[in-house]
């Protein structure tokens, strides 16, 4: 079985710019989290999908948001990029919400 | 609130030596607790996990795990390092559908 994928593996902005970044879960997983990875916070929850609703939310500003489709795939948009939103964006998927993470190898995103 | 603490920042041992890495946790309710390691330009891989039953966990390369419900720990240990053990290491506990929340991690170092 194909582990989860995301695209792209890395991407370089400027400040004000917007991002998308795109995570392919497991096939037969539904739930697709996402995670902040920085050397300074450590990893921290963005936030969690189930059949395409936002469950669970982080602490993160309102201009972090995501997405997820029928097919489970999800999206994660930030906007108006600042400088300390480079980091590795992790996403995992899970069969249901309450079973093993399996995660993806991130997107390394590096704001200048 | 819930959290993860993972004692030590950097732990190095000798090959062959007993691995020992720290993790104690703080929750309201039974949680659900993870290891998972990360590689350089990776994302994370899982080690283990408890959720309920036996308190020892065995997991994969020869790392296991056990829940201590009265110290809230799960220390993180292998018999014999090997050189290819060095990575980072992450505790996480789950108490929340789709969320983990992560210590800082301890990154191991394997000396010849």
């Known amino acids: 079985k194909a582990g989860v994928t995301q695209t792209p593996r890395y991407l370089i902005k400027t400040r004000g710019q917007q991002v998308t970044l795109s995570c392919s879960p497991i096939?037969?997983?539904?739930?697709v989290s996402w995670y902040q990875q920085t050397p300074g916070q450590g990893l921290q929850f963005l936030f969690e999908?189930?059949?395409?609703?936002?469950?669970n939310k982080g602490n993160f500003p309102g201009r972090f948001s995501g997405r997820q489709f029928s097919n489970s795939r999800s999206e994660m948009n930030v906007s108006t990029l600042e400088l300390g939103d480079s980091a590795l964006y992790l996403c995992?998927?899970?069969?249901?919400?309450?079973?093993?993470?399996?995660f993806g190898p991130g997107t390394r995103l590096t704001v200048l | 609130a819930q959290s993860v603490t993972q004692l030590g920042s950097h732990v190095s041992v000798s090959e062959g030596a007993l691995v020992l890495l720290r993790c104690n946790y703080s929750?309201?309710?039974?949680?659900?607790l993870f290891w998972y390691v990360q590689y350089p330009n990776q994302g994370l891989q899982l080690l283990l996990k408890?959720?309920?039953?036996?308190?020892l966990v065995k997991g994969i390369n020869g790392f296991e795990a056990e829940f201590k419900k009265s110290e809230t720990s799960f220390h993180l240990t292998k018999p014999s390092a090997h050189m290819s053990d060095a990575a980072e290491y992450f505790c996480?506990?789950?108490?929340?559908?789709?969320?983990?929340?992560f210590g800082q991690g301890t990154e191991l170092s394997v000396k010849p």
């Open positions: 995992a998927s899970s069969v249901s919400r309450w079973d093993t993470q399996y």
């Open positions: 096939s037969g997983h539904r739930s």
């Open positions: 999908y189930f059949s395409e609703t936002q469950r």
């Open positions: 929750s309201s309710v039974p949680p659900y």
């Open positions: 408890y959720t309920t039953g036996a308190t």
């Open positions: 996480a506990v789950s108490v929340e559908g789709g969320k983990l929340i």
